[in-house]
């Protein structure tokens, strides 16, 4: 039987109540702000590293034949804008560039990795 005290509803609704007050108004609007800056930020690649993508994104297909897409690239580049405005900046620079490179490898290991040895029903509950 599954105590209600720590059944994942519960533990999500006291989550969101911490978190909650933590939150004033002050701190909302910064958000907001901070938020409308980030998706009204003007955003390009230089030549210089429209290059470095490309032989990254080739370099990335020679290596893993097969599992790597253009879908692929298009989330680093979509990883990528994001990581550079959230920075305030409106260009991507090449130690960017390397932390989108390094996530998207963390990310895809941590989705990769051996399944828990504990067998979950369909809700995700043991």
Not at 32 to 46: I, K
Not at 55 to 75: S, W
């Amino acid at each position: 039987m599954v105590k209600t005290e720590d059944s994942p509803s519960n533990m999500l609704e006291t989550c969101f109540r911490n978190i909650s007050s933590l939150l004033n108004q002050d701190l909302l609007n910064r958000l907001r702000l901070y938020l409308t800056q980030c998706r009204e930020q003007e955003y390009s690649l230089t030549e210089e590293l429209q290059k470095e993508v490309q032989d990254d994104f080739v370099r990335m297909r020679q290596e893993n034949q097969g599992q790597v897409t253009v879908d692929d690239l298009h989330a680093h580049l979509v990883l990528a804008r994001l990581v550079a405005v959230s920075k305030g900046k409106s260009s991507l620079d090449e130690g960017d560039w390397n932390h989108v490179k390094q996530l998207e490898r963390t990310r895809r290991s941590q989705r990769t990795a051996a399944p828990r040895a504990e067998p979950r029903a369909p809700n995700g509950l043991p």
